[in-house]
C-alpha cells in the first residue's frame, strides 16, 4: 500500500487545473497554483522569509514560505517552465480572459505582459514543430496563438470552437511534438504547427489533455469521462459519475511506463494503466482535487506526484520500490484473482442454470399464467429495427424515427437506447404506459450534430403483467447526415450558395459515400454521372443539392456552411483524399460576416472611447474627493454634502459606465468568436494543403485589416490573384 | 490494542437470507471449527478448512429456499444439531449431516424467523408467533404487525420462558404463554434479536436488537418492565443492521459485539467502563451481511469474524497476519496453496465455460424452432425501500446476486432522485412525456464493473402519489430484466409512531357511510406507509403517525362503518379527503364525510415550522457570506477587524457547508409546505386563493413570523 511521503495544508484555496510546479531559482521547485480573487499562490519551502514584498509579489501574512502574486484580474490558466532558455530557471506564465503575464519569479519581473483579445482558456508551454525558440501557447475563443520570452506571436492559428484544453505530444512519432487541442465542440484537433494533422470527434467538452508515453495521451470530458488514445485510435476509456479536474502521466509502480493519474471532482484520486485502465492505485482526499502535477519537492532526487485538492491540502506520492512489485492496493493480488475467478464460476453456474430451468419449461409445453409472469416469450422472438425519416406532423416536428417491433404478439415494454453526443444525457428511455403497450415502439431521434452515433438498443420484451422481461441488445449505427431527407430534385428553390471541386473517383464510389451516409432506403439507383440528388434538412436549413458531372466535378448547393465543410470532410476521409481545392461562395453568410467585421471595428472604437471616458472620471474623483475632504475639516457641512452627493452620483455614472463596456467587451468577443468561426469554416471547406494555405491568408488578411481580400480567399481558397 | 484483520474468502454458496451461518462448536482435538450455511437453493453445506481450502463435510439436496438456519440440542450440552427452516417445514441435522428430523408445522405461510432452546422451538411466520415444545403446539400469539425476529432469553440462566418478538412497527413484544406481557418501543423496526454476551449477561435479561435504520440498543427484559441500557443513534447514516453475535475478538476477555450491515460494513464495538459499546473496528465489504459469528474457522490458534453475503460469500476476518514473519520457505509455502487453489479454480472455469457454451449454441439453436420457448428463471432481488427520518427522503436500496448491468428507474409521480455518495453508477435522465404515457421521472443508472448492490435516494411530495418502478438487469446471459415496484403513498412523509401530543389544536375529518372494516383498513393502506396490510384483529384499531418533515401528527381510529382521522396539519387533512373520497368513489362506496377545522391549528402548524424556517434562512444567508469573508480573509491576511458574527461564520465554515448540502431544496420543500397549508386552509372555507400565491411567496422571501401570519389570517 502507497502511503504519501509528505502533507501539506496550505491555508489557500486552488483553483481547478491551475497548479504546476517551477523552479524559478534553477533550484528549488515550488508548487504554484491560483487562488481566489485573482491571485497566484507560490509555495517555497526552501526559502523562508527571504524574499522583500515588491511589485507584484507580496508575502503571505499567514505562512511565511507561501508568497502572493497579484493578477488583480480571475486567473483563467496558469502553467511554468522554461521560456527563456538562456535564463536558466522556469518562468510563470498566467493567463485571464483578457492579458497573458510571463513573469520572471526569481527577479520579480515581468517577461512580457500581453493584452489578448480572445482570452487564455487554456496554457501549455514547451517546444512546438520545428519552432525553435519554446512557446507559451494558449488557447482562446476559437483561437491558438503562441508566443516566445520576448513577447512574439510566432504562432497563430484558429479551431472549431471555444479551446479548453491544450498539451504538447509528438503525435506521429517523428521526433517533434505537436500541439493537442481539446475544444467545446467535443472535438480534439491536432496541429503539426499550423496545420490540422487530425480532428478526433468525442462526445463532450474536453477539459484536459495530456501527453503519456510515446504517442499515446489521455483525455478527460466534462462529463466523467476519462481515457487513452494511442494516435486516433481510442485505447480505453471509463466513465464516471463524477468528473476528473485533473489528469496527469506518471510512472507510479517503476514499472517503467507512466500511468495516467486522475483527480476527480469528489477528491478521489486514481492511477491506472495507460494499457488497459485497470486501477493500480487510489486514495481519497476530502475535497475535489484542484491538481496532479509531479516534481523532486523533496528535492532527493526522486521527483513525486504531487496532489492537490481545491481546499488547500497537498498530498507528495514516491513511486513503489521494486519490493511492492508494483502492488499499491490494501488487499493481496492472488486473493482478489482467487474472488474473480470465483465470480466468474459463479455467473458461468447461474447461465448454466438459466439454460436447464429453460429447458425444464420447455418440457412442460403448455404456457401457463404463471410463465406469462416469469416472462416466457416464444424462442423464435426476433427484434426489427429500422431507421427512416419522419417528416412530421402537426404536432410532431420532423426527425430521424427507429423502429423497434417484436416478429410475433410479445410486446415491448420499455426501450433503453445508448448513445453519446445525441440526447440530453448518455441514454434515452421510452416507456409506454400500460395501456399503451404494444408489439411496435417508434422512437423519435433528433441528433443535434452531424456526426454518426452508435445507438445501443436495449428493448425489455415479454408480455403485458410479467414482472421479468428478456432484454434485447442490439446495437445500430445513425448515418452521420441522418438529419436530411431525400427529395425530388426541383421540388423547392435551389440555394444560392455553393461548393465546387473536381476528383477523380468512380462514380459508384461516391454512390457508395452516399448510401452510407445518409437515409436512403433505396429510392435512389443511381448508376452513372452526371446525376443530381436532393435533401432537404430536417432541422429546417433548406435544401441541399449535390449534382455530380461526368468530368468528375462535384458541385454542393446549401446555405450551410458548415454542412458543406462537413461534406466535403466526410467524403475526402472516404475517398481518402489528401489535397482537395474547393471553390465556394456563401453569398449570405459573407454579406453577414462582412456586417459582423464592421462591428468589430465599431466595438473596438467605442471600446477606446469607453476607456478614456473611465479615466477622465477617475481624475475627476479624484479632485473631488478632495474638495470634500477640504469641506470637511473646514466644517462646511453644506458643501461637503454637495460634494459627496456629487461624488455618489459619478460613481454611480461610472458603475454604469462600466456596465456599457462590460456589455461591449463581451459582444466584441462574441464578434470576435464569429470571425475565427468563419475563418475555421472556410478552411474546413477544403482539404490538406489548401486548407492550412486558407486559414494562413485568412488571418494576413485580416491583420491588413483587407476584407475584399478576405472574403475572395474565401471563395477561391487562395490569396493570389 | 490495535486490531489488524485479514480478509479471507472461502467459498460461494447460493444466495442467503439473515441468519442462515452458523459455527458449529469445536469438537474433538481439533480446534477449529466447521462451518454450515443454508442458501435459497435449499441446500445445507458444512465445510471445515484444511490448509486455506475449504473441505466439505456434507451438502443436502437442492429444494426451496432456507430462510433461518441455528443450532441447538439438549439444554447444557454442546449445541451442535443443525435446524434449518424451509416454507413451512423444519429440517434437523446432524453434524455429519444425517437427517434427523422432518417437522412439517400447521402454519400456512412460510417461516420467517426461527429459535431454538433446548426442546422448545420457536417459530415465525409473517405475523404469527408459535411455541412448540417437543415438536408439539403450545401457544400462539397474532401480532399486530410483522414479526422480523424471534429470540428467548436464555433457558440455561432462567428459569422462565420469555420469548420476545422483534415487530416492523417499532415494538418488541414481550410474551408470557400465548400472551403479551407487554410492549418495548425501539427507535426503528427492529430486525434482529441477540442475546447480550450470548447468554443475556450477568442477569440473563440483556437483549440486543439492531434495527433497520441502522440504530443499536440493550434492553434489560425484566419480568415486570423493560429497562433501557443504551442506544446508538447511528450518526454515520449506515446501513440496517442484519446480524449481530457477541464474541471476544480482541482477546480481553470481555465479549465484544459483532455487527453486520446491509450496505457491507462489518463493525467490532467493545464496552467502556460504563458498559456503553465503542467501536473499535469496521470494514466494508460490498454487499449485505447476512450472518456474523465469530470463531476459529481458517487456522488454529487465531480467531476470526465469519461473515455470510447476500451473494453466498463466506468470509473471513482473520486475526493471523496475511504476510507471517516466518523464514522465505514459509512464505513460498503459502503462495504454493494459494497457486494450487487457483490452478484448480482455473481448471474448473475451462470445464464450465465449455460446457455453458454448448448450452449457450442449444440455446441460440431453439431461436429456429416455432414451437420452443424461452424461459429464464426468476433472479432473486434483495430490495429496501424506506423513509429516512433525518432528511425525509426515500432510500431505495437495491441488490442482485451477480454484477448489475443497468437500472432503469421509472416513475409515474413527479418525484426527485437524489445523489448518493457511495453509488458510482453513471445516471442518466431521459427526457419524458407525461401524456400520453405517464412518465414523469425516467432515468437510467448504467453501474460500474462488479456492482451488485445499488443505491438510490428518492425525495416525494406529500399528496402526489402512485408508483415507483425499477427495472433492474443484471449482466448474466441470457440476459434478463425484473421490474420491481414500489408504492409512493399520498402521505408518504409520515412515519408511525406509538405517541402523540394530544394538547395539539387538532383539525378533524369523519367518515361514515357502509364501509366494512376491512375496506376502511385498506383505505388507510393505501394512504399511509408502515401500516399493516392484515386487517387489524377487534372491533377497531388506532394508529399515530408522525410527519417526519414538519413534525406534525395524524390519529386515525377506525372501525365498521366510521373512521375518524386527527391531525394539527390542515394539509394532511386535505390530502386524506381528497383521496379517500376518490377511493371510494372508485368502489361506488356512498360515504359522507365531514371535517371540523380548527383556525389555530393553522398557526399552531406555521409556529413549528417557524424555528425551521428561519434556521434554514439563517443558514442560507450564512452560507452565502462564506465564500466572500474568506476573500477578505486572504486578502487582509487576518479576521481580527471583523465583527464576531462574521469570525464565527468563518471558524464554523465547513460544518456550515456540511450542513447546507446534506439537505438540499430543503427551503423549497418548506416553502412548498407553507404554500399548501395556505391553499388547504382556503380550500376548507371554499375559497380558491392561488392567485395569492405569488404574494405569499414575496412574504416569504423577507420572511418574517407576525407577517406571514397576519397574511394567512387576513388573506
Given at each position: 500500500m502507497l502511503v504519501p511521503v509528505f502533507t501539506l495544508k496550505l491555508n489557500h484555496k486552488i483553483n481547478p487545473r491551475m497548479v504546476a510546479v517551477g523552479k524559478y531559482d534553477g533550484v528549488h521547485p515550488c508548487l504554484t497554483a491560483a487562488t481566489q480573487i485573482g491571485k497566484v499562490f507560490i509555495h517555497n519551502p526552501y526559502s523562508r522569509g527571504q524574499r522583500e514584498s515588491a511589485l507584484r509579489m507580496m508575502q503571505s501574512n499567514q505562512d511565511s514560505d507561501v508568497s502572493l502574486l497579484n493578477i488583480n484580474q480571475t486567473v483563467s490558466c496558469l502553467t511554468s517552465g522554461v521560456l527563456n532558455p538562456q535564463l536558466g530557471c522556469d518562468s510563470l506564465v498566467v493567463g485571464t480572459q483578457t492579458n497573458l503575464l510571463a513573469y520572471d519569479v526569481f527577479n520579480n519581473s515581468d517577461l512580457f505582459y500581453k493584452e489578448i483579445a480572445d482570452g487564455a482558456n487554456a496554457t501549455v508551454l514547451g517546444n512546438l514543430g520545428d519552432i525553435s525558440s519554446p512557446l507559451a501557447i494558449i488557447g482562446g475563443n476559437c483561437a491558438l496563438q503562441g508566443f516566445d520570452h520576448k513577447g512574439n506571436d510566432l504562432f497563430w492559428t484558429v479551431t472549431g470552437d471555444i479551446v479548453r484544453s491544450l498539451a504538447l505530444c509528438d503525435f506521429d512519432g517523428d521526433g517533434k511534438k505537436e500541439l493537442l487541442v481539446g475544444s467545446e465542440d467535443f472535438d480534439i484537433r491536432v496541429f503539426k504547427e499550423d496545420e490540422i494533422v487530425t480532428e478526433m470527434t468525442e462526445t463532450e467538452t474536453i477539459t484536459t489533455l495530456c501527453p503519456m508515453n510515446g504517442n499515446r495521451f489521455g483525455y478527460a470530458l466534462s462529463n466523467g469521462t476519462v481515457g487513452v488514445y494511442d494516435r486516433t485510435v481510442r485505447y480505453w476509456r471509463i466513465k464516471s459519475k463524477n468528473y476528473a479536474t485533473s489528469i496527469h502521466a506518471f510512472d507510479l509502480n517503476s514499472d517503467g511506463v507512466r500511468e495516467l493519474i486522475t483527480g476527480w471532482s469528489n477528491g478521489k484520486i486514481d492511477a491506472r494503466s495507460d494499457r488497459t485502465g485497470e486501477v493500480i492505485f487510489k486514495d481519497n482526499f476530502t475535497s475535489s482535487i484542484a491538481g496532479v502535477v509531479e516534481g523532486d519537492y523533496r528535492m532527493d532526487g526522486n521527483p513525486q506526484l504531487i496532489c492537490c485538492s481545491v481546499d488547500g491540502e497537498v498530498r507528495g506520492y514516491l513511486p513503489s520500490s521494486?519490493?511492492?512489485?508494483?502492488?499499491?492496493?490494501?488487499?493481496?493480488v492472488e486473493q482478489e484473482l482467487v474472488r474473480e475467478l470465483s465470480q466468474k464460476k459463479q455467473n458461468l453456474l447461474l447461465e448454466l442454470r438459466n439454460y436447464e430451468e429453460n429447458t425444464k419449461v420447455e418440457l412442460n409445453g403448455q404456457m401457463s399464467e404463471v410463465d406469462c409472469q416469469m416472462g416466457v416469450i416464444p424462442a423464435n422472438t426476433q427484434l426489427q429495427t429500422t431507421l427512416s425519416v419522419n417528416l412530421g406532423s402537426d404536432t410532431q416536428s420532423c426527425h430521424v424515427e427507429l423502429t423497434i417491433s417484436t416478429s410475433n404478439d410479445s410486446i415491448i415494454r420499455a426501450v433503453l437506447i445508448f448513445a453519446e453526443g445525441?440526447?440530453?444525457?448518455e441514454s434515452h428511455v421510452i416507456h409506454p404506459s400500460l395501456q399503451n403497450l404494444s408489439t411496435r415502439i417508434r422512437v423519435p431521434i433528433l441528433p443535434p450534430k452531424d456526426v454518426p452515433v452508435d445507438l445501443h438498443i436495449k428493448a425489455f420484451v415479454g408480455y403485458k403483467g410479467s414482472t421479468q422481461f428478456h432484454v434485447f441488445e442490439l446495437t445500430r449505427q445513425l448515418p452521420r447526415f441522418s438529419m436530411y431527407a431525400f427529395c425530388r430534385p426541383g421540388s423547392a428553390l435551389e440555394p444560392k450558395s455553393f461548393v465546387k471541386f473536381t476528383i477523380s473517383e468512380r462514380v459508384q464510389r461516391v454512390v457508395m459515400w452516399l448510401n452510407q451516409n445518409f437515409l436512403l432506403l433505396g429510392e435512389t439507383e443511381i448508376q452513372n454521372a452526371p446525376f443530381q440528388i436532393c435533401f432537404t434538412s430536417l432541422r429546417g436549413a433548406g435544401l441541399l443539392s449535390m449534382k455530380m458531372k461526368a468530368s468528375g466535378e462535384i458541385s454542393v448547393n446549401t446555405d450551410d456552411m458548415d454542412l458543406a465543410g462537413d461534406i466535403i470532410q466526410s467524403l475526402a476521409s472516404f475517398l481518402a483524399i489528401e489535397d482537395l481545392q474547393v471553390e465556394a461562395d456563401f453569398p449570405t453568410y459573407f454579406e453577414r460576416l462582412r456586417k459582423v467585421l464592421l462591428k468589430v471595428d465599431e466595438y473596438h472604437s467605442v471600446h477606446q472611447k469607453l476607456t478614456a471616458d473611465m479615466a477622465d472620471r477617475s481624475n475627476l474623483i479624484r479632485s473631488m474627493l478632495v474638495q470634500a475632504e477640504d469641506a470637511r475639516l473646514l466644517r462646511d457641512m453644506k458643501n461637503m454634502k454637495k460634494r459627496y452627493m456629487e461624488l455618489n452620483d459619478l460613481n454611480k455614472d461610472l458603475i454604469n459606465g462600466y456596465k456599457i463596456c462590460c456589455n461591449n467587451h463581451s459582444e466584441l468577443l462574441g464578434n470576435l468568436k464569429e470571425v475565427n468561426q468563419a475563418i475555421q469554416r472556410a478552411g474546413r471547406l477544403r482539404v490538406g494543403k489548401p486548407k492550412t494555405q486558407v486559414i494562413t491568408a485568412c488571418r494576413d488578411a485580416i491583420r491588413n485589416n483587407n476584407v475584399n481580400m478576405l472574403f475572395r480567399i474565401m471563395r477561391i481558397g487562395m490569396a493570389s490573384s | 490494542m490495535e486490531l489488524n484483520l485479514n480478509r479471507v474468502d472461502y467459498i460461494q454458496v447460493g444466495v442467503t437470507s439473515p441468519k442462515t451461518m452458523r459455527l458449529l462448536p469445536a469438537s474433538g482435538r481439533r480446534a477449529t471449527q466447521k462451518v454450515v450455511i443454508g442458501d435459497h437453493n435449499g441446500v445445507v453445506t458444512c465445510f471445515g478448512i484444511k490448509k486455506g481450502e475449504a473441505m466439505p463435510v456434507f451438502k443436502s439436496l437442492p429444494g426451496q429456499k432456507i430462510s433461518r438456519l441455528d443450532l441447538g440440542g439438549a439444554l447444557n450440552t454442546p449445541q451442535e444439531k443443525i435446524f434449518v427452516a424451509i416454507g413451512s417445514e423444519i429440517r434437523g441435522f446432524t453434524k455429519r449431516g444425517k437427517q434427523f428430523l422432518s417437522f412439517e408445522t400447521n402454519l400456512t405461510e412460510s417461516i420467517k424467523a426461527m429459535h431454538i432452546s433446548g426442546a422448545d422451538l420457536f417459530l415465525c411466520a409473517s405475523y404469527i408467533f408459535n411455541h412448540y415444545c417437543d415438536c408439539k403446539d403450545q401457544h400462539y400469539y397474532l401480532s399486530g404487525d410483522k414479526i422480523n425476529d424471534v429470540m428467548c432469553l436464555s433457558a440455561e440462566k432462567l428459569s422462565r420462558i420469555t420469548p420476545i418478538l422483534a415487530c416492523q412497527d417499532r415494538v418488541l413484544r414481550v410474551l408470557q404463554g400465548s400472551d403479551l406481557m407487554y410492549e418495548v418501543e425501539v427507535p426503528g423496526p427492529p430486525t434482529v434479536l441477540g442475546l447480550h454476551n450470548g447468554d443475556g449477561g450477568d442477569s440473563g435479561e440483556d437483549l440486543l436488537f439492531g434495527t433497520s435504520d441502522g440504530k443499536l440498543g440493550l434492553i434489560q427484559i425484566t419480568q415486570a418492565y423493560p429497562v433501557h441500557k443504551w442506544e446508538t443513534i447511528n450518526e454515520k447514516k449506515r446501513g440496517g443492521v442484519l446480524c449481530i453475535d457477541s464474541f471476544d475478538i480482541l482477546g480481553d476477555g470481555v465479549k465484544e459485539l459483532l455487527v453486520g450491515r446491509d450496505d457491507g460494513m462489518v463493525e467490532i464495538y467493545s464496552f467502556d467502563s460504563a458498559n456503553d459499546p465503542v467501536l473499535r473496528y469496521d470494514q466494508a465489504f460490498s454487499e449485505s451481511i447476512m450472518s456474523i459469528q465469530g470463531g476459529c474457522v481458517g487456522k488454529d490458534g487465531y480467531d476470526e469474524i465469519l461473515t455470510a453475503t447476500y451473494s453466498g460469500w463466506v468470509t473471513g476476518l482473520s486475526t493471523e497476519p496475511a504476510h507471517k514473519e516466518a523464514g522465505p520457505g514459509d512464505e513460498l509455502k503459502i503462495s504454493q496453496e494459494m497457486q494450487n487453489k487457483i490452478a484448480s479454480l482455473r481448471s474448473e472455469l475451462e470445464q464450465l465455460q465449455f460446457k455453458v457454451l454448448q448450452e449457450r449454441e442449444k440455446y441460440q439453436q431453439?431461436?429456429?424452432?416455432?414451437?420452443a420457448v424461452s424461459a429464464v428463471p426468476v433472479f432473486s432481488v434483495n430490495e429496501k425501500f424506506t423513509l429516512n427520518r433525518d432528511d425525509a427522503s426515500y432510500s431505495l436500496i437495491l441488490e442482485v446476486q451477480t454484477a448489475i448491468d443497468n437500472v432503469l428507474v421509472q416513475s409515474d409521480v413527479p418525484v426527485d432522485l437524489l445523489d448518493v455518495d457511495k453509488n458510482s453508477a453513471v445516471v442518466s435522465f431521459s427526457g419524458c412525456d407525461s401524456e400520453p404515457n405517464g412518465n414523469f421521472l425516467l432515468a437510467t443508472y448504467r453501474c460500474q464493473a462488479n456492482t451488485t448492490r445499488l443505491e438510490l435516494k428518492i425525495r416525494s411530495i406529500e399528496g402526489q402519489y402512485g408508483t415507483l418502478q425499477a427495472y433492474i438487469t443484471p449482466r448474466i446471459q441470457p440476459k434478463t430484466c425484473q421490474v420491481r415496484q414500489y408504492q409512493i403513498k399520498p402521505l408518504s412523509l409520515h412515519q408511525r409512531t406509538h405517541v402523540i401530543e394530544h394538547d395539539r389544536p387538532m383539525n378533524t375529518l369523519t367518515l361514515t357511510g357502509q364501509f366494512s372494516f376491512g375496506e376502511v383498513h385498506s383505505w388507510v393502506v393505501f394512504c399511509m406507509?408502515?401500516?399493516?396490510e392484515k386487517t387489524p384483529v377487534g372491533e377497531s384499531v388506532t394508529f399515530y403517525f408522525q410527519n417526519t418533515f414538519l413534525d406534525t401528527q395524524l390519529e386515525c381510529t377506525y372501525r365498521k362503518g366510521e373512521g375518524v382521522f386527527k391531525s394539527d396539519n390542515i394539509s394532511t387533512i386535505s390530502i386524506l379527503k381528497d383521496v379517500l373520497s376518490k377511493e371510494a368513489t372508485k368502489k361506488k362506496i356512498n360515504l359522507n364525510i365531514s371535517y371540523d377545522i380548527n383556525e389555530d391549528s393553522v398557526k399552531h402548524t406555521l409556529k413549528m415550522i417557524h424555528p425551521k424556517l428561519e434556521h434554514q434562512l439563517l443558514l442560507a444567508k450564512k452560507v452565502q457570506l462564506i465564500d466572500a469573508l474568506k476573500e477578505l480573509q486572504i486578502h487582509e491576511g487576518?479576521?481580527?477587524?471583523?465583527?464576531p458574527e462574521y469570525r464565527g461564520i468563518l471558524e464554523e465554515s465547513d460544518q456550515l457547508l456540511q450542513e447546507y448540502k446534506k439537505q438540499p431544496a430543503h427551503l423549497e420543500r418548506l416553502y412548498g409546505m407553507i404554500t399548501d397549508l395556505f391553499i388547504d386552509k382556503f380550500k376548507f372555507k371554499g375559497t380558491n386563493v392561488k392567485s395569492k400565491v405569488p404574494v405569499l411567496l414575496e412574504i416569504l422571501d423577507s420572511y418574517d413570523q407576525n407577517s406571514l401570519m397576519t397574511f394567512f389570517d387576513t388573506a
Open positions: 521494486q519490493e511492492m512489485k508494483g502492488n499499491m492496493m490494501d488487499t493481496s445525441i440526447f440530453e444525457g | 431453439s431461436a429456429q424452432s416455432s414451437t406507509p408502515e401500516v399493516p487576518n479576521m481580527d477587524f471583523l465583527i
